[in-house]
């Protein structure tokens, strides 16, 4: 993974930021590669136990595509505030 921008740089398990006081060097971010193979701290078994759960209970899982549509309509504000320094209003994105 690399991401390039005006003010720092990620690449890998590295970064660097001109936003961090002191920081002169690249600095180690304790996380585990895609390529390591080590797929221990996924959240995979947790998610799939969960699902099977409301499945046996007959219960909706809180992942369902009502609940993606609405953190994508949070992100996309998110995004267009950025964009045009306002605050907005959910609203603005309505179904």
């Known amino acids: ?4 921008g005006s003010h720092g ?16 060097d690249w600095s180690k971010m304790a996380v585990q590669l895609v390529d390591s193979g080590d797929v221990a701290h996924h959240p995979y078994k947790e998610q799939f136990e969960y ?5 046996d209970e007959g ?5 369902d595509l009502e ?4 953190t994508h309509r949070v ?6 505030s950025a ?5 907005l209003s959910l ?3 309505s179904r």
């Open 9 to 24: 740089t990620i690449k890998n398990d590295l970064f660097y930021s001109k936003k961090i006081d002191g920081l002169r």
């Open 67 to 70: 609940s993606a549509f609405e």
């Open 1 to 4: 993974m690399n991401i390039v």
């Open 75 to 80: 992100i996309f504000a998110a995004d267009k």
């Open 51 to 55: 699902y099977a759960k409301c499945l």
């Open 83 to 87: 964009e045009t320094g306002r605050p």
């Open 59 to 63: 219960k909706s899982p809180m992942n």
């Open 91 to 93: 609203k603005e994105f």
